[in-house]
T-cell receptor
Framework: KAGVTQTPRYLIKTRGQQVTLSCSPISGHRSVSWYQQTPGQGLQFLFEYFSETQRNKGNFPGRFSGRQFSNSRSEMNVSTLELGDSALYLC???????????FGQGTRLTVV | QQQVKQSPQSLIVQKGGISIINCAYENTAFDYFPWYQQFPGKGPALLIAIRPDVSEKKEGRFTISFNKSAKQFSLHIMDSQPGDSATYFCAARSIGGSQGNLIFGKGTKLSVKP
């Protein structure tokens, strides 16, 4: 079974630009969650989607948004990028509530 | 109340030794406590997890000890190997919450010296 796939692996963007990251969950998994990982703040929950609906949201500004498609693939978008948005963005998939979460390798975003 | 406090930040252990990482929490609504292992350039991988109705869970060389009254849990790595060198994260999830909303500790960087 293929794991969680995140694309692209690396991105360099300029301040003020926007970016879209993609996540393909494990086949059959309907829940996709996004996390931001930085050396200072560690792993922080961004949001979770289940069956195309946002189920949970972390404490991030509205510049961070996401969506999930009918095939469970998910995208997250960050608009008006700031230097502080430089981070590893991780996607995790699970089959639903009370099940294990499996992480992808992440997308390393650098904002210059 | 939503925090999970993890210690130490870094740990150096000799090969064959026991590595111990501790986590503490305040929120009594947490009902699931996983540990993740992360190698450089990789995403976190689930190692082992425990629920508060048991005090200990063992999988191979990895053991979670859970103290509900003290609101603490710890990871023990027996016979530590250089290949165990990685960053370890504890996490917690609220009752009724989904796996998508895990609260993570800040991580412990483990180095196992040969």
């Amino acid at each position: 079974k293929a794991g969680v796939t995140q694309t692209p692996r690396y991105l360099i963007k300029t301040r003020g630009q926007q970016v879209t990251l993609s996540c393909s969950p494990i086949s059959g998994h309907r829940s996709v969650s996004w996390y931001q990982q930085t050396p200072g703040q560690g792993l922080q929950f961004l949001f979770e989607y289940f069956s195309e609906t946002q189920r949970n949201k972390g404490n991030f500004p509205g510049r961070f948004s996401g969506r999930q498609f009918s095939n469970s693939r998910s995208e997250m978008n960050v608009s008006t990028l700031e230097l502080g948005d430089s981070a590893l963005y991780l996607c995790a998939s699970s089959s639903g509530t009370n099940t294990e979460a499996f992480f992808g390798q992440g997308t390393r975003l650098t904002v210059v | 109340q939503q925090q999970v406090k993890q210690s130490p930040q870094s740990l150096i252990v000799q090969k064959g030794g026991i590595s111990i990482i501790n986590c503490a929490y305040e929120n009594t609504a947490f009902d699931y406590f996983p540990w993740y292992q992360q190698f450089p350039g990789k995403g976190p991988a689930l190692l082992i997890a425990i629920r508060p109705d048991v005090s200990e869970k063992k999988e191979g060389r990895f053991t979670i000890s859970f103290n509900k009254s003290a609101k603490q849990f710890s990871l023990h790595i027996m016979d530590s190997q250089p290949g165990d060198s990685a960053t370890y994260f504890c996490a917690a999830r609220s009752i009724g919450g989904s796996q998508g909303n895990l609260i993570f500790g800040k991580g412990t960087k483990l180095s196992v010296k040969p």
